[in-house]
């Protein structure tokens, strides 16, 4: 039997005042957060808008294109659900978009798409002033108003902490993070659930002149090394350098795993899995994976008792989806067996691309797809929330031709990348 996954497209009316479940959820790409002010209601929607496209593409100039501008002038056309909430005693215009109109937007401008899997970052920084010096707690940054660590991770959809700065907290230093003492740092932010963390010293030598000197690094619980992947030295002020560090943590995530799609491009990979222990870990697993934008169609190849196997069909951003990878907590990459694990009993799981046919593993050769093609069996979870299967099978429509009603051919380069193999913890 068949299972085709669609998603309509969202229709909902826009509520002036809405649940607090959809209302100023920071972390939702195709979701705008502002400030009010008094602004009328079609500026605050463009304003909105223009922070979801700098969000989801990961790209901060996006909005100044002459295509972006025409894209700008209707945000209405793109809007899902609205509404205005206070906020730590401020008042917030909030704005969900369609996903389907942005991504097509993007991809027809050639832009990257940066979905869901963002990593979350905690900054721990030494601010240094004639008064004395003082490790920046979550509180304390709130007391100050410290709006581009508090406003700016928003415009650019990533997650920033600071430490609270509790008694376990304490153990850290002002003298560990100026001596940039990167393991015991590391080590206090296992606490944290963060991929990343920052060291930084912002240092006033003026009135109005700052010096921030910080270093970007990926958290890694295994390792008894941690090394940078930035490092930066800003002069300015405050606002300003504060400012720069915020816009190119976020410029290098996006660089790290924003996908572009490819028309022409395609990747097949074999993962291996050991340690899938019940029900509930498979779910955890197949849900990361339909959340990530690079990821086409998957198919379980073989699950035994002791270990899973998937294929997974990648379009483009093949660097941005072994990143992805990285950012789930359960898996630790494992260096490959001697042996291969044989494969059998295929069954498909999760066709989001196109519902239409299993992957061959083929280079260079002209692939026919049609929808009759398909055969969907034990089908384990819906398509998700996000509608990743109504964007993708609009694709799918246009590569197969089934607007005519037949099949076509294209050519496709397909390539196919050694196995990687992970242990779930």
């Given at each position: 039997?068949?299972?085709?996954?669609?998603?309509?497209?969202?229709c909902?009316?826009?509520l002036?005042?809405?649940?607090?479940?959809?209302?100023?959820?920071?972390?939702?790409?195709?979701?705008?957060?502002?400030?009010?002010?008094?602004?009328?209601?079609?500026?605050?929607?463009?304003?909105?808008?223009?922070?979801?496209?700098?969000?989801?593409?990961?790209?901060?100039?996006?909005?100044?294109?002459?295509?972006?501008?025409?894209?700008?002038?209707?945000?209405?056309?793109?809007?899902?659900?609205?509404?205005?909430?206070?906020?730590?005693?401020?008042?917030?215009?909030?704005?969900?978009?369609?996903?389907?109109?942005?991504?097509?937007?993007?991809?027809m401008?050639?832009?990257?798409?940066?979905?869901?899997?963002?990593?979350?970052?905690?900054?721990?920084?030494?601010?240094?002033?004639?008064?004395?010096?003082?490790?920046?707690?979550d509180?304390?940054?709130?007391?100050?108003?410290?709006?581009?660590?508090?406003?700016?991770?928003?415009v650019?959809?990533?997650?920033?902490?600071?430490?609270?700065?509790?008694?376990?907290?304490?153990?850290?230093?002002?003298?560990?993070?100026?001596?940039?003492?990167?393991?015991?740092?590391?080590?206090?932010?296992?606490?944290?659930t963060?991929?990343?963390?920052?060291?930084?010293?912002?240092?006033?030598?003026?009135?109005?002149?700052?010096?921030?000197?910080?270093?970007?690094?990926?958290?890694?619980?295994?390792?008894?090394?941690?090394?940078?992947?930035?490092?930066?030295?800003?002069?300015?002020?405050?606002?300003?350098?504060?400012?720069?560090?915020?816009?190119?943590?976020?410029?290098?995530?996006?660089?790290?795993?924003?996908?572009?799609?490819?028309?022409?491009?395609?990747?097949?990979?074999?993962?291996?899995?050991?340690?899938?222990?019940?029900?509930?870990?498979?779910?955890?697993?197949?849900?990361?994976?339909?959340?990530?934008?690079?990821?086409?169609?998957?198919?379980l190849?073989?699950?035994?008792?002791?270990?899973?196997?998937?294929e997974?069909?990648?379009?483009?951003?093949?660097?941005?989806?072994?990143?992805?990878?990285?950012?789930?907590s359960?898996?630790?990459?494992?260096?490959?067996?001697?042996?291969d694990?044989?494969?059998?009993?295929?069954?498909?799981?999760?066709?989001?691309?196109?519902?239409?046919?299993?992957?061959?593993?083929?280079?260079?050769?002209?692939?026919?797809?049609?929808?009759?093609?398909?055969?969907?069996?034990?089908?384990?979870?819906?398509?998700?929330?996000?509608?990743?299967?109504?964007?993708?099978?609009?694709?799918?429509?246009?590569e197969?031709?089934?607007?005519?009603?037949?099949?076509?051919?294209?050519?496709?380069?397909?390539?196919?990348?050694?196995?990687?193999?992970?242990?779930?913890?």
């Amino acid at each position: 039997m068949k299972f085709i996954l669609l998603k309509c497209a969202l229709c909902v009316l826009c509520l002036s005042y809405a649940s607090s479940a959809l209302a100023l959820n920071f972390d939702a790409p195709y979701m705008g957060n502002v400030i009010a002010q008094k602004l009328d209601e079609k500026a605050l929607q463009t304003k909105a808008l223009k922070q979801v496209l700098i969000k989801v593409s990961g790209n901060s100039n996006i909005t100044a294109g002459p295509k972006a501008k025409k894209f700008l002038k209707d945000p209405q056309r793109m809007l899902s659900q609205s509404g205005f909430q206070m906020y730590r005693n401020t008042e917030y215009y909030f704005a969900l978009f369609d996903e389907l109109k942005i991504n097509d937007f993007l991809t027809m401008t050639h832009q990257p798409i940066w979905g869901m899997v963002r990593p979350n970052t905690l900054v721990w920084i030494v601010v240094q002033t004639k008064n004395g010096s003082a490790i920046l707690s979550d509180s304390s940054a709130l007391e100050a108003n410290d709006l581009p660590l508090i406003e700016q991770p928003h415009v650019r959809g990533i997650t920033l902490a600071l430490p609270i700065m509790d008694l376990e907290d304490s153990a850290i230093r002002v003298s560990d993070i100026r001596g940039k003492f990167y393991n015991v740092i590391g080590k206090a932010s296992s606490r944290y659930t963060v991929e990343y963390f920052v060291v930084a010293t912002l240092e006033q030598l003026a009135d109005s002149s700052w010096r921030l000197n910080w270093s970007l690094l990926h958290y890694e619980p295994l390792s008894t090394t941690n090394n940078p992947v930035m490092s930066k030295t800003f002069t300015g002020s405050r606002v300003g350098v504060e400012m720069k560090m915020v816009n190119q943590i976020a410029d290098f995530y996006a660089s790290q795993y924003a996908v572009t799609n490819s028309s022409t491009d395609h990747f097949i990979q074999k993962i291996y899995i050991n340690g899938i222990q019940n029900y509930n870990d498979f779910s955890l697993l197949i849900n990361f994976l339909k959340k990530l934008d690079s990821v086409s169609l998957f198919v379980l190849k073989q699950i035994n008792a002791d270990q899973i196997e998937l294929e997974v069909k990648i379009n483009g951003g093949y660097a941005s989806f072994k990143n992805a990878l990285k950012l789930n907590s359960h898996l630790f990459m494992i260096a490959p067996p001697n042996v291969d694990t044989p494969i059998e009993n295929e069954k498909l799981v999760v066709n989001a691309a196109s519902q239409a046919s299993s992957v061959a593993p083929v280079t260079d050769e002209v692939t026919t797809v049609s929808e009759a093609d398909s055969a969907v069996s034990d089908v384990v979870a819906a398509a998700d929330d996000k509608g990743k299967a109504a964007s993708d099978k609009g694709k799918a429509g246009s590569e197969t031709g089934k607007g005519g009603g037949g099949e076509s051919t294209e050519k496709k380069k397909i390539i196919i990348a050694d196995p990687i193999y992970f242990n779930w913890q």
